[in-house]
């Protein structure tokens, strides 16, 4: 069974990133990827923001610039978050399938919709395609119609 203790990954991850890594290397990327996830998970949205601070090294990967975007969206920075979805949108899928369609198009809908911009929202969920998420909330926000 998968163990998911993610305040044990936390800790693991910021030990291995204590090393000097070379962000071209695939292993460094997703370590960095992790320890952003698991701030997330873990309540540690403010910590989150310190990863800005290798955003240059890093942001070719698409799965770091969408991280990115979650800790902005995680810390009420919706602008900002929106921008790097859109640059998800724009780049080449790499290792998470969704990172570079559905899952920005459906995180740039909710945040249309935290805006009260209910019809940049549809939109937005409309062209998440079949994301499950997406396809739930679109359904709701139609039947208030």
Not at 4 to 25: H, S, V
Not at 108 to 129: H, P, Q, S, T, W
Not at 131 to 145: F, G, T, V
């Amino acid at each position: 069974m998968l163990c998911r203790d993610m305040e044990a990954a936390y800790e693991w991850f910021g030990k291995g990133l204590a090393y000097d890594i070379d962000p071209k290397l695939e292993y460094a990327q997703m370590m960095v990827i992790g320890y952003g996830e698991c701030m997330l998970a873990t309540g540690r949205e403010q910590e989150a923001l310190s990863l800005l601070s290798i955003y240059d090294d890093f942001s070719n990967t698409p799965e770091f610039v969408f991280l990115i975007g979650q800790i902005y969206m995680n810390n009420n920075i919706y602008l900002k978050a929106y921008t790097e979805f859109l640059k998800c949108l724009s780049m080449k899928p790499n290792r998470t399938e969704g990172v570079t369609t559905f899952f920005a198009y459906h995180n740039i809908a909710v945040i249309n919709e935290a805006l009260g911009n209910r019809d940049m929202a549809i939109e937005f969920y409309k062209k998440a395609g079949d994301y499950p998420r997406s396809k739930e909330r679109l359904k709701e926000l139609l039947s208030q119609s």
